[in-house]
């Protein structure tokens, strides 16, 4: 039995005491919106972290963006979970990271696709009607990331509450643009 939890994510975990097997994030687009960078901070990250069960699973969406704010995320979640999954999004225009405080087995396509329920199976199919579902997993299963291709050299480059990274980009930019 699963329960879904519509309200700010940050809000809702400090009043809860629950804990979940999976908690699943999928900030609201642009990335570099105002206040947005509360839902990719470590300190999120640490409250999320406090309401996972022991081997439970956060899943945070990442839509795309400037390169240098996926390498903040990307470093957000190293320096908070010892365990991360990251893949291209089955169009690639996108990431989903999978984070947790134990190691995360990937199914093979056979396993992942007997482990979905029947209706997921079609609410799938609905967006791919031309394809088999095995086409459809093989592809996202394909696209798993290495941390290292999408983590920065430089350790100043992640988010927190006090240094909203991605908020930030306007000054980048600029700083770039007009730089001598």
């Excluded at 809860?16 to 990335?31: K, L």
């Excluded at 956060?58 to 996926?70: A, M, N, R, T």
């Excluded at 979905?116 to 791919?128: C, G, R, S, T, V």
Aim: hydrophobic share 35%.
């Amino acid at each position: 039995m699963g329960e879904i939890v519509i309200d700010d994510g940050r809000r809702y975990l400090k009043r809860t005491t629950d804990r979940y097997d999976i908690i699943t994030i999928d900030p609201p687009p642009p990335v570099e919106a105002s206040g947005s960078s509360l839902l990719y901070s470590i300190e999120f990250y640490s409250l999320l972290k406090s309401r996972l069960k022991e081997d439970g699973i956060l899943q945070q969406w990442f839509p795309g963006g400037e390169e240098k704010i996926l390498e903040a995320v990307t470093r957000s979640l190293v320096v908070s979970f010892p365990h991360i999954k990251i893949f291209r999004s089955v169009e690639n225009w996108g990431f989903h990271f999978f984070a947790s405080m134990k190691p995360i087995d990937i199914p093979t396509t056979d396993v992942f696709i007997n482990r979905m329920p029947q209706n997921a199976k079609i609410d799938l199919m609905e967006w791919y009607p031309d394809q088999h579902i095995e086409t459809i997993v093989d592809d996202f299963l394909s696209k798993e990331q290495k941390i290292e291709e999408l983590l920065s050299k430089d350790e100043e480059i992640y988010i927190s509450d006090d240094k909203p990274y991605n908020e930030y980009f306007f000054l980048r930019r600029c700083w770039k643009l007009f730089r001598i």
